[in-house]
């Protein structure tokens, strides 16, 4: 808790940024359902690749990369979902990715 004359500070600064659109405050809660909403996409991105290229994913492959929370991981794992030639190598890519 700040003491009150900077809690009055506080607010006036937070309330001229965001009136003037310089930077909307997003409460913590906001940026981790962002950030959890981002991985959610990333992870279905994946599946939706290598389903419509490949037309079927083994369910174990779906919960690996359901249990994967690391943006830059999903964002490799869909670029070479993209180019894969099959199940089998985007798994031992996966395999790989994860032993790193």
Request: aromatic residues 6%; proline residues 2%.
């Amino acid at each position: 808790m700040l003491p009150d004359e900077l809690e009055f500070e506080f607010e006036q600064t937070l309330k001229e940024v965001t009136e003037n659109g310089e930077m909307p405050y997003l409460a913590t809660f906001e940026r981790r359902a962002m950030h959890k909403a981002s991985i959610q996409t990333a992870q279905e991105n994946v599946i939706d690749v290598l389903v419509a290229r490949l037309e079927q994913v083994h369910e174990e492959l779906v919960e690996q990369s359901q249990q994967i929370e690391d943006l830059a991981i999903l964002k490799s794992l869909l670029l070479q979902a993209s180019v894969v030639e099959s199940v089998e190598a985007f798994q031992q890519f996966l395999e790989n990715t994860l032993a790193e």
